[in-house]
């Protein structure tokens, strides 16, 4: 069984992930600004405690057992915030299962962040069980909640239903047509956030965008549900319309998927950015039809071994930048 992030769903030629995350909070204790590290511990020991009554296969991790690269391979897998680990690591700690679909951080800016990760549109089924999840844990445990404002968060904006709900789109042709501003700026007004790769305060990388629901009190989880549908399929045809246009010049077109795709496969080294710029060429080629020596799973592979971390991982030691360069020109040639 392949881990969700080397998988393809629907829709995954615009929309490479689904997130739902729930922030949750337990009534006795202090919430996480004002959380002591003998606070924290409790926590953590309490979740471990109820593991056995949540099932899905669930263990528990706690951030100072792993080593730096393991935190940032775990990043990159979209499963744990940058902050997270780089701030609480004598308290953090993630329950998650094998497949890694599930990732619960406890103790990251709330005492839990629930989450559910699938490969591409998958908002239903990921809302769906990321709710049942957060239903047992209710059943063990008590939540900070108001009558009058729902779910109690350290961030006023995750107050309410604390959910948020996040797809990953991959838009390469609306970058090349000029229009992504454009297409950006209306997903904005229409109230959702657009962050880049590793959500707040990250950069856009490969034409990667992450968009989410800003609002989470006075609105209902299916409201937050039908809303990011609609703008993801808004999205997905803006996108597809920018392929369709470009696709009308065949010869350019593929002259520049094929050489992103020559380049790739016969660097003797490549840095981490020119592989992410290289990548997006290479996957709107695939996805398009145009390429067709590899296949989606490749591409899947090729984005994440390709990472600093998850690269290290793989060939299980820590490199230097000139030597991740030359292995991760080795580890593309593996792959395709």
Same mark, same amino acid.
């Given at each position: 069984?392949?881990?969700?992030?080397?998988?393809?769903?629907?829709?995954?030629?615009?929309?490479?992930?689904?997130?739902?995350?729930?922030?949750?909070?337990?009534?006795?204790?202090?919430?996480?600004?004002?959380?002591?590290?003998?606070?924290?511990?409790?926590?953590?020991?309490?979740?471990?405690?109820?593991?056995?009554?949540?099932?899905?296969?669930?263990?528990?991790?706690?951030?100072?057992?792993?080593?730096?690269?393991?935190?940032?391979?775990?990043?990159?897998?979209?499963?744990?915030?940058?902050?997270?680990?780089?701030?609480?690591?004598?308290?953090?700690?993630?329950?998650?299962?094998?497949?890694?679909?599930?990732?619960?951080?406890?103790?990251?800016?709330?005492?839990?962040?629930?989450?559910?990760?699938? %490969?591409? &549109?998958? +908002?239903?089924?990921?809302?769906?069980?990321? =709710? @049942?999840?957060?239903?047992?844990? /209710?059943? #063990? *445990?008590?939540?900070?909640?108001?009558?009058?404002?729902?779910?109690?968060?350290?961030?006023?904006?995750?107050?309410?239903?604390?959910?948020?709900?996040?797809?990953?789109?991959?838009? %390469?042709? &609306?970058? +090349?047509?000029?229009?992504?501003?454009?297409? =950006? @700026?209306?997903?904005?007004?229409? /109230?959702? #956030? *657009?962050?880049?790769?590793?959500?707040?305060?990250?950069?856009?990388?490969?034409?990667?965008?992450?968009?989410?629901?800003?609002?989470?009190?006075?609105?209902?989880?299916?409201?937050?549900?039908?809303?990011?549908?609609?703008?993801?399929?808004?999205?997905?045809?803006?996108?597809?319309?920018?392929?369709?246009?470009?696709?009308?010049?065949?010869?350019?077109?593929?002259?520049?998927?094929?050489?992103?795709?020559?380049?790739?496969?016969?660097?003797?080294?490549?840095?981490?950015?020119?592989?992410?710029?290289?990548?997006?060429?290479?996957?709107?080629?695939?996805?398009?039809?145009?390429?067709?020596?590899?296949?989606?799973?490749?591409?899947?592979?090729?984005?994440?071994?390709?990472?600093?971390?998850?690269?290290?991982?793989?060939?299980?030691?820590?490199?230097?930048?000139?030597?991740?360069?030359?292995?991760?020109?080795?580890?593309?040639?593996?792959?395709?």
């Amino acid at each position: 069984m392949l881990n969700w992030y080397l998988q393809s769903g629907k829709e995954s030629d615009v929309v490479t992930s689904t997130r739902v995350r729930i922030a949750r909070n337990f009534a006795n204790f202090p919430f996480m600004p004002k959380c002591t590290k003998i606070d924290g511990k409790k926590i953590v020991e309490k979740m471990e405690e109820i593991i056995p009554n949540l099932g899905y296969g669930l263990k528990l991790f706690q951030l100072k057992d792993m080593d730096d690269i393991t935190k940032m391979s775990l990043i990159e897998k979209h499963l744990i915030s940058p902050d997270f680990a780089l701030n609480r690591n004598d308290i953090g700690a993630i329950l998650m299962n094998e497949e890694e679909n599930i990732c619960i951080m406890v103790n990251e800016e709330d005492h839990l962040r629930i989450q559910v990760l699938a %490969p591409g &549109l998958e +908002l239903e089924n990921a809302l769906n069980l990321a =709710l @049942e999840i957060d239903q047992k844990i /209710g059943q #063990n *445990i008590t939540y900070a909640y108001s009558e009058k404002y729902g779910f109690l968060t350290s961030c006023p904006t995750n107050v309410g239903t604390g959910l948020r709900i996040s797809n990953m789109f991959h838009l %390469p042709a &609306l970058t +090349l047509t000029g229009n992504i501003e454009k297409v =950006l @700026e209306v997903v904005n007004n229409f /109230g959702m #956030n *657009i962050r880049g790769i590793y959500g707040e305060g990250s950069n856009t990388q490969g034409n990667l965008y992450q968009v989410s629901n800003k609002q989470s009190l006075g609105i209902t989880e299916e409201e937050i549900l039908k809303n990011q549908k609609i703008i993801a399929e808004k999205i997905m045809e803006q996108e597809r319309l920018a392929r369709s246009y470009l696709g009308k010049n065949e010869i350019d077109l593929a002259d520049r998927v094929y050489r992103a795709y020559g380049i790739l496969t016969n660097a003797q080294k490549i840095t981490s950015e020119e592989c992410k710029k290289l990548l997006s060429d290479v996957k709107l080629g695939v996805d398009m039809g145009i390429i067709k020596e590899i296949d989606d799973t490749q591409v899947n592979k090729l984005y994440l071994y390709t990472k600093q971390a998850n690269l290290q991982k793989y060939v299980g030691k820590q490199l230097g930048d000139y030597e991740r360069d030359i292995e991760r020109a080795k580890m593309i040639k593996q792959i395709v």
